[in-house]
């Protein structure tokens, strides 16, 4: 055959090649189109399911109830787990701003005069204690002037709490999608392998497989479920310390928890307030005590649950949580933790598959005394 004809066959096959890329990039990015507005919806719901899986193994174990029935039940306890807390949120927050604003109808807001002890306070004393009994004697002049810095935040206070209502009912309609996930769940496991074994290879598709599901679990348990401890913790305190709204201050501490942002933003205006109202007394300082030890218990139970049961050092699995909620939010609390763990994973592989004769010679190259 000439050369001249082989060369023809050679660059037809790489341009029936090409229009076939071509195409199917262009079909994976059609596909891409319809299904990025429930993007966030399916990635909340595939990590919900991941989290979940084991109690509705769990329930089939114990009771021998079929995957459906075990889904719905675990789904539905799952709601009220976040239903409840949350409508008790809503109705303390209501509550309080319907009486906020019968107060600033009435005319019946009044500030109460401040110590002579925050007069002696270092720096900021004497200035924080006239501006207090100012605001104590004449309330109505100072309203006049904070009010339309009020309105300002109240219109950007309205637009967050509407980003949130919509991430709740996005969580809610991911609760119902992971629900079905896990009703087919020991299916979506096979598929999971499957595809990391199409990616990585026969070998090591499952063990990727189960390292995502790992370090998702990890993260659920040791982010969330530390998150929920911290809440009691520190919630015991403000309950036993009288503190007015210490379910929602307590709620507001798990969000915190869980945004990975220190708690001493939420705990430590509480306890000047508690000084500045109540005074130094053995009370307040024991409470002011016990809320800053409460304040550490996520910094000490993190590294002994992040990182177990994956394989994966939990310095590693911090970083990724820390990274991902900076890069990506609350989803980025899953996937950074994932991705990193991945990345880590496979390197190390890299490493100790590289050629004996290599790994020999970096060996001899080892500096001897």
């Known amino acids: 055959m000439p050369a001249k004809t082989i060369r023809e066959q050679i660059a037809h096959l790489q341009l029936d090649n090409f229009i076939r890329a071509a195409l199917i990039a262009v079909l994976g990015y059609l596909c891409f189109l319809v299904v990025q507005p429930f993007l966030s919806l399916l990635v909340w719901a595939i990590i919900l399911a991941i989290s979940l899986y084991p109690l509705c193994r769990k329930l089939i174990a114990l009771f021998g109830m079929g995957p459906g029935r075990a889904a719905l039940i675990v789904t539905l306890i799952a709601a009220l787990v976040v239903l409840v807390p949350t409508y008790l949120l809503g109705i303390s927050v209501a509550s309080s701003l319907e009486r906020g604003f019968e107060l600033l109808r009435s005319g019946e807001l009044r500030v109460p005069p401040p110590s002579d002890s925050v007069h002696a306070w270092p720096l900021v004393g004497p200035t924080l204690h006239d501006i207090w009994q100012r605001a104590s004697s004449d309330t109505a002049s100072i309203l006049k002037e904070v009010l339309p810095h009020l309105r300002r935040g109240g219109v950007e206070l309205l637009s967050k709490i509407a980003d949130i209502g919509f991430g709740f009912l996005l969580f809610v309609a991911a609760l119902i999608v992971a629900g079905i996930f896990m009703a087919y769940g020991e299916r979506g496991r096979g598929n999971a392998i499957r595809f990391a074994a199409r990616l990585t290879g026969a070998e090591r598709g499952p063990q990727i497989a189960a390292l995502c599901t790992g370090t998702i679990r990890a993260v659920a348990q040791g982010v969330i479920g530390i998150a929920f401890i911290h ?4 919630g015991v305190g403000f309950i036993v310390a009288d503190i007015p709204g210490a379910g929602v201050l307590a709620l ?8 990975q942002v220190p708690t001493f933003v939420v705990t430590l205006p509480i306890v000047i307030g508690v000084f500045m109202g109540r005074g130094f007394t053995a009370g307040t300082i024991a409470f002011a005590i016990y809320t800053m030890i409460a304040s550490q ?3 000490v139970l993190k590294p002994l ?5 994956t394989g994966v050092p939990m310095p590693v699995v911090l970083i990724g949580v820390l990274g991902g909620t900076i890069a990506g939010g609350l989803i980025g609390l899953f996937i950074g933790p994932v991705l990193l763990a991945v990345g880590y994973r496979l390197f190390w592989q890299w490493i100790e598959l590289a050629p004996r004769d290599e790994m020999d010679g970096a060996g001899d190259a080892t ?3």
């Open 252 to 259: 507001v501490v798990l969000l915190a928890s869980i945004l």
């Open 367 to 369: 500096p001897r005394e």
């Open 231 to 234: 809440m009691l913790v520190v």
């Open 297 to 299: 218990t996520d910094n």
């Open 305 to 309: 649950v992040l990182g177990r049961g």
